[in-house]
């Protein structure tokens, strides 16, 4: 994922991508945070990007109402499915 979304955008996450809560979030640097609690995705799922900063290669997303960090190049675009009729 480039820095091409932004805080609101609704984008998607694949199943079975593990996301991190990290222990400290107001440091900038999540690469050498601790982690504090991480779920699974079961199924593809929607979510609302809350904050894509540009020199962390984590963004924040909100999910199942909490927010969680994700590795940028796991998040896609939501895109019309074009064989609907």
Excluded: H
């Excluded at 222990?23 to 904050?51: C, G, H, L, M, Y």
């Excluded at 199942?64 to 896609?76: A, C, D, F, L, S």
């Amino acid at each position: 994922m480039s820095n091409r979304y932004k805080k609101g955008d609704l984008v998607f996450v694949p199943s079975g991508l593990t996301l991190l809560q990290f222990a400290d979030t107001s440091a900038e640097d999540t690469s050498s945070a601790s982690v504090k609690n991480f779920t699974r995705t079961v199924v593809p799922s929607p979510v609302i990007i809350v904050e894509n900063e540009a020199q962390s290669p984590y963004c924040s997303i909100l999910y199942n109402g909490e927010r969680w960090y994700v590795p940028k190049r796991e998040v896609y675009p939501i895109t019309e499915n074009k064989n609907d009729n």
